[in-house]
């Protein structure tokens, strides 16, 4: 069993940046693929990125609005994953997740929500304009 522990989130102003922590304990965190997803209210929880077991593969939704601005990493000696957030906008607003899974397939594989056994609780992210 995997356990998921999310901290970061809170309340910021447009442009401002701001980094997620995903702690992991209970297995072998250098085994796991991480990912992370986010949900704004009344929307499908969608995929943001995903970062291979040694962090060395990257692997990033294809929407517009992220790319370039958020950066997936991962450090294997503190079990921790991380998602640095830039120039957030208002549109970033929603529940940020943390999740793993144990598999030797690439990393571009894990982008669906289904394909992740482990999750975190969740941390609230607000960006006011």
């Known amino acids: 069993q995997v356990q998921l522990v999310e901290s970061g989130g809170g309340l910021v102003q447009a442009g401002d940046s701001m980094t997620l922590s995903c702690a992991a304990s209970?297995?072998?965190?250098?085994?796991?693929?991480m990912g992370w997803f986010r949900q704004a209210p009344g929307k499908e929880r969608e995929f943001v990125a995903a970062v291979s077991r040694s962090g060395v593969s990257t692997y990033y939704t294809d929407s517009v609005s992220v790319k370039g601005r958020f950066t997936i990493s991962r450090d294997n000696a503190k079990n921790t994953g991380y998602l640095q957030m830039n120039s957030l906008q208002p549109e970033d607003t929603a529940v940020y997740y943390c999740a793993a899974i144990s598999s030797l397939n690439p990393v571009s594989f894990f982008r669906s929500r289904s394909q992740y056994q482990y999750w975190g609780q969740g941390t609230q992210v607000t960006v006011s304009s």
């Open positions: 209970g297995r072998t965190f250098s085994n796991l693929i």
